[in-house]
T-cell receptor, first 116, second 112 residues
């Protein structure tokens, strides 16, 4: 199993450009997440999905959009990139089941994005 | 909103010394997880604590969950250079969908 994969690893965007960060997991996990990590900070939840066709906002959703058409893929779309979106983006997946606590999250290697 | 506070932010130790990081929540947690992130890497799950007063050990690492389920700690005995990285606690609020709220982490450096 490859686990959680993310592409690209690095990207430099100009202000106002758009891009999609790709995330794929091959563990058949139903929960998937997008986080951003700013220097010296913890991870902040952008969006999450509890299954194909279902997405919801996290703590910092503004400026981002997501979709979940399949169990495996959870792309994150940045429209009109701004310098404040310079960060490291991590995708994660997990497999909580009803009545049990949250399971461990498996993280991808991250995408380092710079907006100038 | 709910916060998970973690201290200290940085810790520099000599190899062989002990290390402890503390995590406090403003509200009662359903469970708490600990992750380690090596420099330039991604967070990796270490452990999950669920029960009030729970203590778990992994070799030189000891994890505790407070009686009130509002605080937790990670203690490393006799640190090694391989322990270098940032340690994050992450809690799940009761009644939530299970989304984790991460502390800001404690960055550990170990001098050989």
């Amino acid at each position: 199993n490859a686990g959680v994969t993310q592409t690209p690893k690095f990207r430099i965007l100009k202000i106002g450009q758009s891009m999609t960060l790709q995330c794929t997991q091959d563990m058949n996990h139903n929960y998937m997440y997008w986080y951003r990590q700013d220097p010296g900070m913890g991870l902040k939840l952008i969006y999450y999905s509890v299954g194909a066709g279902i997405t919801d906002k996290g703590e910092v959703p503004n400026g981002y959009n997501v979709s979940r058409s399949t169990t495996e893929d959870f792309p994150l779309r940045l429209e009109l990139a701004a310098p404040s979106q310079t960060s490291v983006y991590f995708c994660a997946s997990s497999y909580p089941s009803l009545g049990r606590p949250a399971y461990e999250q498996y993280f991808g290697p991250g995408t380092r994005l710079t907006v100038t | 909103g709910q916060q998970v506070m973690q201290i200290p932010q940085y810790q520099h130790v000599q190899e062989g010394e002990d290390f402890t990081t503390y995590c406090n929540s403003s509200t009662t947690l359903s469970n708490i997880q600990w992750y380690k992130q090596r420099p330039g890497g991604h967070p990796v799950f270490l452990i999950q604590l669920v029960k009030s007063g729970e203590v778990k050990k992994q070799k030189r690492l000891t994890f505790q969950f407070g009686e009130a389920k509002k605080n937790s700690s990670l203690h490393i005995t006799a640190t090694q250079t391989t322990d270098v990285g940032t340690y994050f606690c992450a809690g799940t609020r009761r009644g939530s969908q299970g989304n984790l709220i991460f502390g800001k982490g404690t960055k550990l450096s170990v001098k050989p």
